[in-house]
Every structure is written in structure tokens, then in C-alpha cells.
């Protein structure tokens, strides 16, 4: 995130960036002239374009409150083929995902970003940036090293985690929210064909709440873009 040093004075004004922005510069490969969104100390975001130098930038534009989510907000895909990640990869994104961590499960279509023909990792940041840019987000959202959905529930608990299953197996997505919107939240979506038994059961005993989109059988991609669709519409009516 770009943060300004103080709050703007006024639009059309020259602020100093925030000290030790280096590094977030970088990950944006920002460029004198460029527009990105930055954020005040009062925890504002606007449109500014960076001056030369990049220790400086001229405000614009404010933006609206809630364009980034309150709390941190993960995206975790089974990896399913090139094009339907790289769809998930840019939706989720734009949906307002602040990490992604792609999963791989026994009925994974890819594993590990290099079977059928799909990009590496590299690839996958690239597109990350890009969507980033392209929505205007405050952050590039992180982009994790694919993982077992055994090492996934090895790591320490940090959110409120439900995985998306058909309806007889879970509760409906807002229920869900309703009871840990104000939490740290984690979707994991399923591969083609679904989750196994063996799986399903992992994650009920990791204390991972099956949760469902409705009646329709939902590709994997699609499945993943609406719960994140369906999160940031929950947000507006509870905010």
C-alpha cells in the first residue's frame, strides 16, 4: 500500500509519500507519472499520479470508503486449468481477495502451476499486478505458493475458513458471513468433480464450515468468483 505522509491539503495538491515506500513502489513497478491509488494517515484513499523522483505525488481524486476490505480476506482455489486460474486469478482480484494461495487437492486438474500447459508462478503474479492496476486496488494482493490442503490446515488459525459445497452439505454463504464478518475470512473452492469425502471430512475436522452458493452445480471457476461476488455484496448491507 502507498501510503502519504500527511492528508492532503486539498485536490490538485503535491504530498509526500510516506517514508520506507520503497519497496511497495517497487512491487507496483511504478514510474514517474503513473496513477495509483495511495492512502492519507487518516486512512482515506485517492487518485494520485507519482512525481519524479517518486517521493512525491500530486492528489486528485478521493475514492470512496471500503475499497479494500476491512479485514484480510483469502482466495483459496484448487488449481484447476490455465485459463479457468488465470479467470480466478483476475476476478478475485478485482473481488476484492487481499491474498490468494491456490490449493491442490486429489482432483486437482494442475498441480503446482506446471501441468497442462499451465504458467508458473511468475506468470501468475505478472497477472496479479495487472488486474491490481486495473481495478484500481490499494494493494497487489499476495499471491502464496500452491499447497496440500493438508499443509493449508497445518498452518495456525487466523481466519474463520469455509469451504463451498453443495447444498445438502452446507449452509447458505450468508449465514455464514453474518456470523464472522467482522473476522478474518478464507474461501477455499473445490476442483471438477468436487471434493472428496476424505477431503470434506479434513475440513470439518479443522473446524472449516461447509458452505453453500445454491442449488445450481457450479464450474470451479465460477463457484469461486461468486462467493467472492457474494462477500462484497454482504459487505455493502453490513457496512
Sequence with gaps: MIRLLHSPPGLGQVVALAMGM????????????????????????????????????????????????????????????????????????????????????????????????????????????????????????????????????????VEQRAFLDILESGIPLASWYRRCHDQPLAILSGPEGGWTDRERQLMLDRGAMAVSLGYRILRTETAAIAAMAGLVTLDSAFT
Design 22 to 157: 520503497a519497496e511497495a513502489l517497487d512491487r507496483w513497478q511504478a514510474r514517474p507519472g503513473e496513477i495509483l491509488t495511495v492512502v492519507d494517515p487518516e486512512g482515506r484513499y485517492f487518485r494520485a499520479r507519482l512525481l519524479s523522483g517518486l517521493r512525491e505525488a500530486v492528489v486528485f481524486e478521493p475514492l470512496p470508503p471500503g475499497i479494500e476490505p476491512a479485514r484480510p480476506r483469502r482466495l483459496c482455489p484448487v488449481i484447476p486449468d490455465r485459463e479457468r486460474m488465470l479467470l480466478i486469478l483476475q476476478k478475485g482480484v478485482e473481488l476484492g481477495a487481499t491474498e490468494i494461495l491456490p490449493l491442490i487437492s486429489e482432483r486437482s486438474s494442475a498441480v503446482g502451476g506446471v501441468r497442462h500447459g499451465q504458467d508458473k508462478t511468475a506468470a501468475w503474479d505478472r497477472f496479479v499486478l495487472k488486474a491490481a492496476r486495473q481495478c484500481r486496488r490499494a494493494i497487489i494482493p499476495v499471491l502464496h505458493p500452491a499447497r496440500s490442503l493438508e499443509q493449508f490446515f497445518a498452518d495456525p488459525v
